[in-house]
């Protein structure tokens, strides 16, 4: 696609995953390939989208953003990469939630979109399923309420979920976790001492009944995978985090004081 962009692409009227209005997205990726069927796949799950070949073109249609609801990002574009657009379209006035879509998916990248205020750091890999999954939730968690209540949150030792926005902090320090990674922090640490199994936070991770891997129990090691990167986001901030527990053969559990709704 050009500069000579069309609107939103009408969304399938057959489609019947939303009942509500389609959730509208800018997405800007270089791989004018990738690009499309990221683009019609999203279509056919619902949303309304409107693509991008790079930061410039984005930039120069900036009216789109007032339509929107939210925005994904590839890490990786020409002359502005993705995270040098960000502050950008935030100096520009654009408030809307970003995601980044990547295929560098390093601890370092996703640390460095989480601190320039993106909402979400997804994989490539993880497919057009859950990047679905995943733009619901931030576009439900952007949306403001129409009677605006206090943040509820959920206090267990030194933990505090805040389910509202799908952030968890550590002594009062945000972790920064992903929305799928806030979700199984968030299963765990409401279940203090109950022992979750691998397909549970599979489940939640995914969404029920999403296969991957390699034979019937191939789930396991994405989930040990991402178990690894939870502990480690939480020893950077505090290197005698020991709250996650493991058992091979009943999962992983949440240890600690009973967790409390402030």
């Known amino acids: 696609m050009g500069h000579g962009l069309p609107n939103f692409e009408p969304v399938n009227p057959t489609n019947q ?65 993705g995270i040098d657009l960000l502050p950008q379209l935030r100096q520009r ?7 980044f879509l990547t295929g560098y998916a390093l601890i370092a990248h996703e640390r460095q979109a989480f601190a320039r205020g993106a909402i979400d750091f ?9 990047l679905a999954r995943r733009l619901r939730l931030v576009a439900d968690t952007s949306k403001p309420a129409a009677n605006p209540r206090p943040d509820k949150r959920i206090v267990c030792g030194k933990v505090t979920l805040r389910p509202s926005v799908h952030r968890a902090d550590w002594n009062e ?23 979750q199994t691998y397909r549970t936070i599979y489940d939640v991770q995914y969404y029920e009944g999403f296969v991957a891997g390699q034979g019937d129990q191939g789930y396991r090691t994405n989930v040990r995978s991402t178990i690894k990167r939870i502990r480690k986001k939480f020893c950077d901030i505090d290197p005698t985090f020991s709250e996650i527990e493991n058992s091979a053969t009943l999962g992983y559990r949440w240890r600690g004081l009973t967790a409390a709704a402030e």
């Open 122 to 130: 997804i994989d490539k890999m993880r497919g057009t399923e859950v």
């Open 93 to 99: 006035g654009v408030t809307l939630p970003v995601v």
């Open 173 to 195: 320090v945000d972790v920064g976790l992903t929305v799928g990674e806030y979700g199984i922090v968030h299963l765990l640490a409401s279940r203090v001492g109950q022992y």
């Open 17 to 81: 995953e939303r009942k509500t209005d389609p959730i509208r997205v800018l997405f800007v990726e270089d791989d004018e390939y990738y690009r499309e069927i990221v683009g019609d796949e999203l279509s056919w799950h619902g949303f309304a989208v409107r693509s991008f070949p790079d930061a410039a073109s984005l930039l120069g249609s900036l009216d789109s953003a007032v339509e929107a609801d939210v925005i994904v990002l590839d890490w990786k574009l020409p002359k502005t990469s």
